[in-house]
């Protein structure tokens, strides 16, 4: 079952399957290493702020709504 990233608890991780937004948002994502076939784990998703992301050795911050178009199964 896949869901959106903004789904993942803490410390939990997912492999990214899809990226439903737009070409311009999609090339940014894959720019910063956020593309399928990827594993990401959730640093930091609750509470004000963006959400901070762990791809490979690299802390990404995202904005929520960015990362509900990031679909992950999890892991």
Do not use: H
Not at 32 to 60: C, E
Request: glycine content about 16%.
């Amino acid at each position: 079952m896949y869901v959106p990233l903004t789904a993942l608890n803490e410390g939990e991780a997912g492999v990214v399957v899809d990226i439903q937004g737009g070409p311009n948002a999609r090339a940014k994502l894959v720019a910063m290493g956020i593309a399928p076939g990827v594993t990401v784990k959730v640093i930091k998703g609750r509470g004000p702020g963006p959400m901070i992301i762990a791809v490979g050795s690299s802390r990404i911050a995202i904005g929520w709504g960015i990362a509900r178009k990031i679909l992950v199964r999890r892991v």
